[in-house]
């Protein structure tokens, strides 16, 4: 069961740095990666070459137009790193402000000679699903891409370039988009499902477990969890329709059916989320009348003793009394006949109970 | 009443198979038929043949201009023989990959031709509610039908086809395609049906059986199932009203119709869908109610019994006491009037209760 | 009170014929009126004429170009004699199905020489409403309209078109079509009022009777005939609009504002139907919070009397210990002065009760 | 706190004459106004006269090009003289019958000469809230407007009329109208702010006052209310929009900007509707909540003082046994030790209960 | 914890001057400012000059086309001055009116020389959400910002000016208005944020504090909140999405991308006001379940007590009677027999209640 900890909200504090220049770029994510790692893939139908630093200088060596070149930076805190690359490819102060600030939502903007998309990686980390800011230039024959943390979504994707599986190395940055979104949505899935195992697993223990405030807080953080994951999907959503109905030279044609395809994928998790959501909202219900119908029972327990013993507990007080003149006390056989009569109450008193079906 | 298996999510594990290359046929269904079974039948006006294999390749003799050709294939696991078919007719590796995907929802994708329609196909099998999916390619002059094992919804479009009932022999494919459509549709009003008896069913146990998890369950389990047949229900609807607004040369003008005609049962199994979700959702209230009314019961029953009681046990333990100097123990006609104080409180109290209509 | 027989759903069984050939006929509605009625009524502004028959066969006469001819049939389940009337006009098979189709919902089609219209009618029978198909062929200069039983909701304008009352008998066929969707709408009202008469009822009950299932049924019930009706009024507000719209040479531009008018009055019952279902849903809750009053009368009732006598009890249990030394039982006065004490204490947790409120 | 009566649903009953020919006049509504007033405003820049008759015809006298005329009629129950203005103006039967027709929703309508309007005027009437039906004919230099009886929200504008204060005495017809629609919505703050404070009033009690079925009644009075209020102010604001866009030489372009503000205000009035409506459904909420809390409050009481009590009065009786060998009661200090005992099973029963906060 | 005060719906009173001649300008805010105060700042890239005075007579000379100048006005109930500034403007009547009008919604109006925009600026003050009412009017070189008090959301945008830190200074009047609305809605996120901690805390107190009506104060007081800033920013939204799509040649094309991110903005603060209003929606779900967890502790306590201890009292009862011939009585080891048989049944009920999960 979830720990009393996970409720708290954990909102990212100062989501956006408040009354900042615009276009100034300062990171207000949670993950201080002591350095800024930059990756660059280049590579063709024909070539492959990886190589990895610290700084960009180098890195546009590889730049040219027979070749698609992948930058990947992991690590957002080292503005002036990426402040070099992007002056390279002069991205407009907003997006750099963008690229850096972990609150932007999801979208996708067209410039002169690029475009520029933002999405969220979703990942379940010790229980808890962790939020982590991707953007991405996608230009002519270059895709760069912005991480919060080197995360291994991407893995998949570096290996099919190096062994060159699927048709990935003879197509261009348009197709590496592709399937980078591809391995983001494709993520999604991995945290639904963990998402259903929770609802299962919590309304397993509606039943069995006794009532107790820790299902409420489970259902409470169900509840944040679903709507955070909602956060990151619905406008990428958007982002992909938009990306559907683009008619901007960076995306061949060809690329589209693959665009509808990631489509019908990010609509495919929409609706599951929306299911999950009803269930879970459903669980506050469930779990409302599973502790009525325990109540119910405890009420019946108590009913059913005070009933058959506070009459018999008078009746023995009424011949406890001190009167003097108690006809009843002298009669040898009365002991034995106020038995007989208790017995005869106690078997009434069940006979009731059972008809009402309380028993 | 359902058993607890039932609340099981049972939703598809991987449902979609995570970071693999896209156009990767991959089946991720449950049904693991251990072979892919072939049935073509070949018809015009004037001929019918039915031809049944394990294999695609000599099925490709039937199909010619002059007749319509129908595949039907059982059982997606066998990939390389679903591969034939593809390259025969040189589908889009997508589309190939979305034939054995069983997560994805129904839709429908024009390409140059032929359309690709997917949908659900939904039958009810020991209580439980079966999904299954069904992919069709719609061409000039043939129908390729993807099951994943061999279901009976069909036959009657089988015995049309044979005896020459109705005008399908004398039509295109296009109308092989409606009646398809048709003989899926038709069948949700079987499942739809059947979720209204167990609404019914529910209700009056809700009022006669005493409070108990099973009804929550149950309910629970009706939601989910509406959730579930609204899932294969809704995208489908965007099939057809697509299919109806459609100008492609594979639809004959006159199928329009036809297609109108499906719209509107469609349409009208979503309505059904919502009332029975409004009936649903108002279930968990309506035995909630039950619930208090049944405590209240209860609380009356315990609320009298001691009120009577407790003041009559607590006079009779005045006079148990032992003072030495209780006038009243002397006097002789005390435990009479005793008794008579008592019955007089007792009716008190009666109709006390009565009043208050507790009685 | 609503009799429990009510809760059954009701719904009519096998809804739509699975997997029949499209456009076949069959009557799937309850009513199995003996024989099909069919009445002709032939008129302009100068003449009138009725006549009453089994068989269309002779009523073909009276259709002319100078006057218009309505004709009504009574009676679904003849099917051979409904299948002449649509031979003589064309009628297309799918028209023909839904005429006899009592699961259609409301719909307008537009076919060459003719609109194809179809209604529900809804009245109260026993406290329950019934539901009856109805559909309307209105061309150039007739119009038929086909019930499933008798029903009298168009006597008023039998009798206008006899009397040549306003302005019917002056006007075409569009003129009559209107006139009967009118007198169909006009209906509704009648049907809302007591929809409203019936939550009035059940508001009352819910503070004056005690709490019962039967509440809970009836608002189930209520919940379930509303959520029908909406399904009869809402497609058919569709169809009015698309008829206010509609360009087609069958409607007289002057009918226009007629149309318009019957569209105010079905947004004024859609906007009532709103209004009650709002209501309808909060009886549930306002039901549950009066059993919780009535919970908490129940609870102070009992907590009242133990809290009063137990501690009094327990006191006068005290003193009818058998020790041999208890100096209190020595003492002369000690009966009164535990009267007074016990006096006390009642008046203390009097007053206290009184204090709480709970008095 | 509203009375009981408030409860029932006061729905006008045959809220429309059903079965009567359309276009025939009758008055539907409540007030019995027993004679119908006509009072006459001409006006322009430089005069102004104002004239009161029962009867429009001499009123004519005052139509003319160079003057705005306003004829205001004040009770809708003596058809004939309205329909005599209708005959003069040439108003089509329909709007006739709308005139009269108190159930109509708010509507525009555009006619050849005229623009016809229909709105409801909202005012508080010994805490109730009272629905005026108001239609408006505006003509290129004439407003007639039909209200159920003399209310006084136009006063302010014929005053502004009379002392020529404002812009209106310059202006034409189309300002008119806009004063009087701008008349109409003003009065809405005073019933909406007037809400407010019920609903403020009731929080209040809620919370203060033991729980009551009387407290149930007013929420479900306010509900009924907000429905009410809605159902006027929702359609007028389509109403207003309509007139925004309206391209017709009645209205003067200058006039949009006042018409752009008068749906600004509508606008104002709509979102607050909103928001007291969410705040009132969560008023049962609220209720709901205070009385568990209620009841808590009760059961700690008991289960407290039986906790307590019981369990010493169990001790009591035992030594209040009659067997001849209880070593105890032969012993000296027995009572006091008891006592002791006693004392120390309270002072832990309390230490217990005050642990689990309930003290 | 909120103070019992809060709860008032505090709305403004009179939020409209109900029946003034529109166009009027009427104070209806709060603050009463005993003076307008006008602040000038009138920049270009290279100079930068500020002027403070009560009166905006000599302001006007720093209008020319060389500069941009910024009025800034504090107070509005000082409307004669307001007025100067309009005539020297030519601002429309209406405008007049909204500028002084507090309960104008935000909107944004294009006049032919002037943009016209309302907005809400929100800010915390002593745990409460303060409303304020800010207008800007935006002409080619030109801003003139009206607030109902002296704010300091626009001192970093001041600090900015005179630092000539940023663009700000050497853009136009446009740029100055994005920086404006950039300051308002950035300040958004405070009130959000603080919000955010308001349902953490109270999400805490629900689970460790004993149930109190309080909460439930507090809950209500929540929802007003957030329903109050909805209502600023949910208007705003669209007010930002029109200023994106505009074509008027007072915003320079280039201020579009930075209109976009503003809209970015307040789009990510609707999605976290649409979060936070699910969550406290919630919240009165939850405190109502561990009112029901609450509840269900106290009557296990009170069934456990009970259910033991009367049986057991009843059999000491039993022996307390007085009757002669009690065979029981006589026998020497009765007592301890009875000690025994009271402690087997004692411990027989603990591990019922163990079973039963109670304990």
């Known amino acids: 069961m979830a720990k009393r900890r996970k409720l708290l909200l954990r909102r990212p504090k100062h989501t956006k740095t408040v009354n900042q220049v615009p276009g100034t770029m300062t990171y207000v994510g949670h993950k201080e990666s002591s350095e800024t790692k ?31 070149t992948w930058f990947n930076i992991d690590g957002l805190n080292n503005i002036s790193e990426i402040e070099k690359l992007g002056d390279y490819y002069e991205l407009h102060p907003l997006v750099m402000e963008d690229i850096v600030n972990t609150g932007q939502r999801p979208k996708i903007e067209e410039y002169q000679d690029y475009l520029f998309i933002v999405a969220k990686m979703l990942y379940h980390k010790d229980g808890e699903i962790e939020n982590e800011h991707i953007s991405m230039i996608v230009g002519k024959n270059y895709v760069i891409t912005f991480q919060e943390s080197d995360g291994d979504v991407f893995d998949p994707i570096r290996e099919r370039l190096e062994t060159s599986k699927g048709r990935i190395r003879g197509k261009g940055a348009d197709y590496l988009m592709f399937a980078l979104l591809d391995a983001i ?50 406008p990428l959503r958007e982002v992909i329709s938009r990306l559907e109905k683009l008619e901007n030279e960076i995306i061949d044609p060809h690329t589209g059916n693959y665009i509808r395809d990631l489509y019908d994928h990010i609509i ?8 999950y959501r009803e269930m879970i909202w459903g669980l506050m219900d469930m779990y409302m009348t599973t502790i009525s119908n325990k109540m119910n029972e405890v009420m019946k327990v108590l009913t059913i003793m005070a009933s058959i013993f506070i009459p018999l507990t008078f009746i023995a007080g009424i011949y406890g009394m001190n009167f003097e003149y108690i006809p009843e006390l002298q009669w040898k056989y009365s002991y034995f006949v106020l038995w007989g009569v208790m017995i005869i109450i106690f078997l009434l008193m069940l006979y009731y109970f059972k008809r009402k079906k309380w028993l």
Chains 1, 2, 3, 4, 5 share one sequence.
Request: proline residues 2%.
């Open 268 to 275: 495919q998790i929409s609706e599951n989320i929306e299911i």
């Open 185 to 234: 949505i494709d993520n999604y899935f991995l945290v639904i499902d963990d998402m259903s195992d929770r609802i299962e697993l919590l309304e397993e223990s509606l039943f069995t477990n006794r009532p107790s405030d820790d299902i409420v807080y489970e259902i409470q953080d169900l509840k944040r969890n679903i709507l955070r994951i909602r956060r990151a999907v619905f």
């Open 38 to 68: 930059l990756e660059v893939i280049d590579y063709n139908a024909d070539q492959y070459e990886r190589y990895t630093s610290n700084s960009p200088d180098d890195a546009f060596n590889y730049v040219d137009e027979k070749s698609v």
